[in-house]
């Protein structure tokens, strides 16, 4: 079992950046590839970035790609979202998810229960 809860979000002007953390309990932490989403009001969720067990290989979505950096501290059971050069259309709620593998559809075991990201223009 692991239970992530997620931190840093609040209101930030486009151009600006954001540092996500996500702190994950139990010792098995190593063990899961890592996800992060966000969802917009009124919108479905959406793949962000991942990075595998190791921190070896990381993904993106197309939308941030050069922008955003995923990151983690296996040590310290902490998954890390560096958002630099925000948008309005950043704006959600953003979710870490742990899981068996990378991927980035939904298919992640556990969830955290998400921390708002407001870009104003």
């Known amino acids: 079992q692991v239970q992530l809860v997620e931190s840093g979000g609040g209101l930030v002007q486009a151009g600006g950046s954001l540092r996500l953390s996500c702190a994950a309990s139990?010792?098995?932490?190593?063990?899961?590839?890592m996800g992060w989403f966000r969802q917009a009001l009124g919108k479905e969720r959406e793949f962000v970035a991942a990075?595998?067990?190791?921190?070896?290989?990381?993904f993106y979505a197309d939308s941030v790609k050069g922008r955003f950096a995923i990151s983690r501290n296996n040590a310290g059971n902490t998954v890390y979202l560096q958002m630099n050069s925000l948008k309005p259309e950043d704006t959600a709620v953003y979710y870490c998810?742990?899981?068996?593998?990378?991927?980035?559809?939904?298919?992640?075991?556990?969830w955290g229960q998400g921390t708002q990201v407001t870009v104003s223009s």
């Open positions: 139990g010792r098995t932490f190593s063990r899961y590839a």
């Open positions: 998810a742990a899981g068996p593998g990378v991927t980035t559809d939904l298919g992640y075991n556990y």
């Open positions: 990075i595998s067990w190791s921190g070896g290989s990381t």
